[in-house]
């Protein structure tokens, strides 16, 4: 009988691009490592695995005024500190490609064929007026937050970024 995976969840409350690698570089690490990987999704964190494209539906006009100011999507994340009106995302992806360091794109690619679990908080979803179908083809599962206690409560590492 295969023995079980040691479990690893990280809770992705951020959806600033330096917090969203540092996420990915320890999510991918630990599926290499042999770890089960839950990552869950909660507010903020939610905008690294919405859509690129389309637009969201809005329920009522507070939800369309948050969804307009709050997009989301991998290639509209902002850097938590040294923003400077985009040159901060501009200056780290440069960096990022001369080192051959894998964009956010390319990370949630990359951890989903590693078999790391993408959970959408419904809770937050519910409270920003966000739906299913405003997500990536990565993620699977919606779960609220008894769901992702279950999980952590199992795991040998849990973290909040």
Request: hydrophobic share 45%; with cysteine; proline share 1%.
């Amino acid at each position: 009988m295969a023995e079980a995976k040691e479990k690893f969840t990280i809770a992705v409350f951020s959806g600033e691009l330096d917090k969203a690698l540092a996420a990915f570089f320890l999510a991918t690490t630990a599926a290499t490592m042999g770890m089960q990987v839950t990552m869950f999704f909660t507010f903020w964190g939610l905008n690294i695995i919405k859509k690129n494209e389309g637009k969201l539906k809005s329920k009522n006009w507070m939800h369309r005024m948050l969804n307009l100011m709050n997009r989301g999507g991998s290639k509209r994340l902002k850097l938590s500190k040294f923003h400077m009106l985009g040159m901060g995302e501009w200056m780290i992806g440069k960096l990022m490609k001369e080192t051959k360091t894998p964009t956010i794109e390319e990370f949630i690619v990359m951890a989903h064929q590693l078999g790391v679990r993408f959970i959408a908080c419904t809770t937050s979803c519910g409270l920003m007026g966000v739906d299913a179908e405003d997500f990536r083809p990565e993620v699977e599962t919606m779960a609220g937050a008894a769901y992702y206690i279950g999980e952590a409560r199992e795991a040998k590492i849990n973290l909040f970024i």
